[in-house]
């Protein structure tokens, strides 16, 4: 399998990461490099093997309803770039 | 009555589909302990999950679980036992993970079906294609500062659950009966508060256009976010149209998302379309499946409440309703109840359907009181009609005591019929005198009845209960009157 640098252009903007137009080449390369090892994978006969989302034998964790955490703006936006009183301030969204 | 857009090429017809995002009624969030409380302090109601914190991990709650089984029932759907959280990504302000943890390909509700009222009494099924449950993301403010947004992710990770229709609505007013339907389910089950204007509940609706006859399926657009059922019909209508002239101008549709301007009453296209579509969906590596098994299922159903549909048929069967009354009264449970309490009390159905949805209703939309705020009490009501049947006081006297039970909030009609001497006369030689008296004063009109004009009867008895302040026995009135013109 291989990517067109298109492809990675997009994947990379649609990521938010600035790749320059010169360092789109040598990614595609390195990306295409990581897919074709992945491929290797299908080698192996899964036929009786269910689709799984993980690879341990346990089950999904419950938690009551119950109110345990918040109550911690000054925390939650401690790391915040820009803030203006109580919320996060980011430059302008408009629809 | 099909709904019919008249263009210049032919007839048409409009495909509906909706998607609606219902808040589920829980304490803490779908994956957090933080609360779902409304109207908090901005960025109070938030845990480092939420604001997406490195090595924060996501832990399911519960209840939403429950809720979203409990939904499904509600909605006759398949519930599946294995369910599949994924991550759709899309890059937004208000969304800190970058991602919102949805369900995709394996959701924990499959297919089922909603029962729709139409206001003509009439009903019809619409598919349902599926439930999922889902993180909201937080709230952008864009109004506070001129050049920035604010953010506040109190919202952000609340649990939601998706319901999608089949496009199986064929007009605007079938997708508002959709929505009302729905929130009365949701409301009777206690998933949703189904509140439109807090955003509890909010319409995606998919609108595609075909011509008359046809089975295809067009390109559709979806119009997003709608926040009230008029609106939603309002975007429809509009949206079809707009359709319906692109094709007749040989133009096509292209399949994209669009906002709906209740100002103006259009729709427009969202500037963000990239933002829109290629979410690059996978199964969410924090998270392992969704499972539990039939006898946690059976425990849920055991515990759901009578829901609109069966109500409205037994109302229907147990106490004579038509299908549009019942309709009426079940959409709210609180109006169902009130109604219930009054019907038993008073012992007569179809009187307690006329005094609750004619009288009470009306007197409550005029004064924009909901039934818990009602003046006059199930008790209170149940014994003006037990007057009314034991024939204590007339229909037309007990208008005159709902008046006053409306002004005198708290007083038992019993009371205010004997301290003002509303009681009914019916005795004979009171209402004979009265009688005599107006036959005496409009010897005219009685040669005319006896000349065969029998319609001037009415006339007559509404003289009798004039002259004795509506007290008279209308029934008795009119037969003693029958019984003297005609000798």
């Known amino acids: ?95 | 009555m099909a709904y019919i857009i008249k263009g210049e090429t032919g007839d048409w017809e409009v495909v509906i589909g909706l998607e609606v995002h219902a808040q589920v009624i829980s304490a803490a969030k779908l994956f957090s302990g933080a609360a779902t409380s409304f109207g908090s302090d901005p960025n109070s109601n938030v845990a480092f999950v939420d604001a997406a914190m490195p090595g924060m991990l996501p832990v399911i709650n519960a209840t939403c679980v429950e809720q979203a089984v409990r939904t499904g029932l509600g909605l006759k759907a398949k519930i599946n036992h294995r369910s599949v959280f994924a991550r759709k990504n899309y890059f937004y302000a208000d969304l800190p993970q970058g991602y919102q943890i949805s369900q995709f390909d394996q959701p924990i509700v499959g297919e089922g079906t909603l029962v729709l009222d139409m206001p003509d009494g009439t009903s019809r099924s619409v598919g349902i294609e599926r439930l999922h449950l889902e993180q909201d993301a937080g709230k952008s403010i864009h109004d506070i500062h001129p050049t920035k947004s604010f953010i506040d992710l109190n919202r952000a990770g609340v649990a939601l659950m998706e319901i999608v229709s089949k496009p199986d609505m064929r007009s605007p007013e079938e997708a508002g009966a959709y929505l009302k339907k729905l929130r009365s389910i949701l409301r009777y089950l206690g998933t949703c508060d189904g509140n439109m204007e807090e955003g509890s509940m909010r319409c995606d609706a998919n609108v595609s256009v075909r011509p008359v006859g046809s089975t295809e399926l067009r390109t559709r657009c979806e119009i997003k976010n709608v926040n009230s059922m008029r609106f939603v019909m309002q975007a429809i209508e509009f949206e079809a149209k707009r359709h319906v002239d692109v094709y007749d101008n040989g133009g096509k549709i292209d399949q994209e998302t669009r906002l709906y301007d209740s100002v103006k009453g259009e729709t427009r296209t969202m500037r963000s379309k990239e933002f829109a579509h290629d979410y690059r969906y996978f199964p969410d590596p924090d998270l392992l499946p969704l499972e539990f098994d039939d006898a946690y299922v059976a425990a849920i159903k055991s515990t759901l409440p009578e829901l609109p549909d069966d109500k409205k048929e037994r109302f229907i069967s147990q106490y004579g309703l038509s299908a549009y009354d019942a309709g009426v009264l079940v959409a709210e449970k609180e109006n169902a109840d009130f109604f219930e309490e009054v019907a038993k009390q008073s012992g007569d159905g179809k009187l307690a359907n006329s005094w609750v949805s004619n009288n009470l209703f009306s007197v409550l939309n005029a004064k924009n009181l909901t039934i818990d705020q009602s003046p006059i009490s199930a008790n209170h009501l149940s014994k003006l009609i037990a007057l009314i049947k034991n024939n204590t006081i007339s229909g037309r006297l007990a208008k005159d005591v709902f008046e006053i039970m409306l002004v005198e909030t708290g007083k038992d009609p019993e009371a205010i019929v004997s301290e003002r001497g509303m009681k009914q006369i019916t005795d004979t030689g009171a209402i004979d005198k009265a009688i005599d008296d107006i036959l005496a004063a409009n010897a005219d009109k009685v040669a005319q009845v006896k000349a065969g004009k029998e319609a001037l009867i009415g006339w007559f008895v509404g003289q009798v209960m004039k002259a004795t302040q509506g007290k008279a026995n209308p029934a008795l009135c009119q037969e003693l009157l029958k019984k003297k013109l005609a000798q």
């Open chain 1, 1 to 95: 399998m291989s990517l067109d640098k298109a492809t990675v252009r997009r994947i990379a903007h649609l990521a938010r990461i600035d790749v320059p137009e010169a360092d789109l080449d040598p990614m595609v390369k390195e990306l295409t490099g990581i897919m074709n090892w992945i491929e290797q994978l299908k080698e192996v006969n899964t036929d009786a093997v269910a689709p799984m989302t993980g690879g341990t034998d346990m089950k999904l964790a419950w938690r009551k309803d119950a109110v345990t955490d918040g109550a911690q703006p000054e925390k939650v936006l401690s790391n915040a770039p820009d803030k203006h009183d109580s919320f996060f301030s980011v430059p302008k969204v408009v629809e």
